[in-house]
């Protein structure tokens, strides 16, 4: 996973800004393990950028989602969920409390299998049950 100083020489690279909200997001995701939404990463980067809209954490993480920084998911409620680890993983999703867990165990995807069929530019892997706190 880049850094925050590595990620800022790839995006001076391509001509872009890394702004001081891009920053705040990306250190707030990559400092949880909750996979929040807009809105809570919105109260919680508010606390170091009080002036920060809605908005602006909107167009930014729809930027640092489709650069590859971080990963957008929709939970078991089809709610959209954030994660600051962008490399392949799995998100177990409770279909009961709707927390996800991160699984770090990745099947391999043989994606010359898919080369007849198109290219490939993103892998989701959600495995939906009920996690061990539900379930007792």
Known sequence: MLNTVQIKEKINQAGERLTPQRIEILKYLRSVTCHPTAEIIYTEVKKNIPTISLGTIYRNLIYLVTKG????????????????????HIHFICQK?????????????DK??????GIINKVEYKVFGVCTECNQ
């Open 69 to 88: 920084y971080i990963i957008q998911f929709q939970n078991n409620d089809n709610i959209t969920c954030y994660d600051g680890n962008p490399k392949d």
């Open 112 to 117: 010359a299998k898919f080369d007849k069929l």
């Open 97 to 109: 409390c709707n927390k996800v867990h991160d699984i770090f165990e990745t099947p391999t995807i």
